[in-house]
């Protein structure tokens, strides 16, 4: 089992940026899948980025792709989304995630482990 925390949202200005952390304990963080979901007020929870157990690939949602860069820190049991050109369309609660089966995943219930969420407002 894993246990999430994330850290880092806040309210920024469009074209602005952040970086969300992530931080895992428990079981070995190499062993998960690490994603980041969004869920803003009325909309499903959604895919944002991945990346494997290994940190050698990475998927990103069309949305965000070439803004947002998923990354993680084995040593220190942390993944981090940074996100730049934040859009006002970008707010959202985000979520870190952990998936103990293979890579590849966008599904949010493949996911078997959640942090508790961290807010993010992007005004206009």
Same mark, same amino acid.
């Given at each position: 089992? #894993? /246990?999430l925390v994330e850290s880092g949202g806040?309210? #920024?200005?469009?074209?602005? *940026?952040?970086?969300?952390s992530c931080a895992? *304990?428990?079981?070995? $963080?190499? *062993? @998960?899948? &690490?994603?980041?979901?969004?869920?803003a007020p009325g909309k499903e929870r959604e895919f944002v980025a991945a990346i494997s157990k290994g940190g050698g690939s990475r998927s990103y949602a069309d949305s965000? +792709?070439?803004? $947002? !860069?998923? *990354? +993680?820190?084995n040593a220190k049991n942390? #993944? @981090?989304? /940074? &996100?730049?050109?934040? +859009?006002?369309?970008? !707010?959202? #609660? %985000? @979520?870190?995630?952990a998936d103990n089966g293979g890579w590849g995943s966008r599904n949010r219930y493949d996911?078997? %482990?959640w942090g508790q969420g961290t807010q993010v407002t992007v005004s206009s």
């Open positions: 089992q #894993v /246990q806040g309210l #920024v200005q469009a074209g602005g *940026s952040l970086r969300l895992a *304990s428990g079981r070995t $963080f190499t *062993s @998960y899948v &690490m994603g980041w979901f969004r869920q965000v +792709k070439g803004r $947002f !860069t998923i *990354s +993680k820190d942390t #993944v @981090y989304l /940074q &996100m730049n050109s934040l +859009k006002p369309e970008d !707010t959202a #609660v %985000y @979520y870190c995630a996911y078997d %482990y």
